[in-house]
């Protein structure tokens, strides 16, 4: 049996959700109070049972739901990793008896795409095929079809496409993980940029770094230690010094020796 004070504590949370702006801090607060109170009414975690209260199930999904957006939004994955799992019981034992959730494709598109972010593709292919998707639903769903374009646009090396994701992500929290997708690129980027070019003008690096601005760009310089000339309008990229390897000469000559001798006694 739900209690009113839970009920209470829900309503709030919705609606400290739907806000704009939402308050983190306040949904955090009641995340902890609701989880609490679901514990000692044994409502958590939830168990997969013959006889499942529906209203009590729907209760406890809306809420892990939201934990899960709201996790996202506070930039902490292994609490978005938490509450994901437990919502696998209500996708998948309780799928077909509970009315069906609109946070649910949402939320399977944005753990396909968290899944990029950690260069899991193996896993990213096994999750998407564990969805059981008609070839109807992979290109209509927009939340499925979001991360599907991503990942091809990785594996294609399109990188302006999936910079270009960002601005057709179907929430907010799409954002979060696309310019996390893009933060590693833009390193990559970075390195073979300091391999091949001695200088680069500062709009040409901007341009491939995917830069919007001149201070991101600027920043990003300088944290990487590249040379900025702002009169010449040029980065210069850090000069590495050649490495240098010190050759065992004479390990090599007695390997070589004991090697010859070896070889007379076959002959």
Not at 75 to 91: E, H, I
Not at 109 to 114: A, E, Q, Y
Request: aromatic share 10%.
């Amino acid at each position: 049996m739900i209690s009113p004070q839970l009920v209470q504590l829900q309503k709030q949370l919705k609606a400290g959700f739907d806000a704009h702006p939402c308050d983190l801090k306040k949904c955090s607060a009641l995340l902890v109070q609701l989880k609490l109170g679901l514990s000692q009414a044994g409502l958590l975690p939830v168990l997969a049972t013959p006889d499942p209260n529906m209203d009590e199930l729907i209760f406890v999904r809306d809420i892990l739901e939201i934990g899960a957006f709201l996790s996202i939004r506070s930039k902490d994955m292994p609490s978005f990793v938490r509450y994901f799992a437990q919502l696998q019981t209500f996708y998948t034992d309780y799928d077909t008896i509970l009315p069906p959730s609109p946070r649910k494709d949402p939320l399977l598109g944005l753990n396909l795409i968290r899944l990029l972010t950690e260069n899991r593709i193996a896993d990213f292919h096994t999750t998407l095929e564990s969805l059981r998707l008609s070839s109807e639903d992979a290109t209509e769903n927009r939340f499925i079809k979001h991360p599907v374009n991503v990942e091809r646009w990785l594996m294609e090396g399109s990188y302006s496409k999936v910079w270009n994701a960002r601005e057709e992500a179907p929430t907010a929290e799409y954002k979060f993980f696309v310019d996390s997708l893009m933060d590693t690129i833009r390193n990559e980027i970075a390195t073979c940029e300091e391999v091949a070019y001695d200088s680069l003008p500062l709009k040409d690096a901007a341009t491939l770094l995917f830069f919007s601005n001149r201070s991101e760009l600027l920043a990003y310089a300088q944290q990487r230690g590249w040379q900025i000339n702002l009169v010449a309008e040029t980065i210069t990229f850090a000069t590495k010094g050649e490495e240098k390897v010190e050759i065992p000469k004479a390990k090599l000559i007695f390997a070589n020796l004991a090697y010859a001798r070896e070889l007379e006694q076959i002959v």
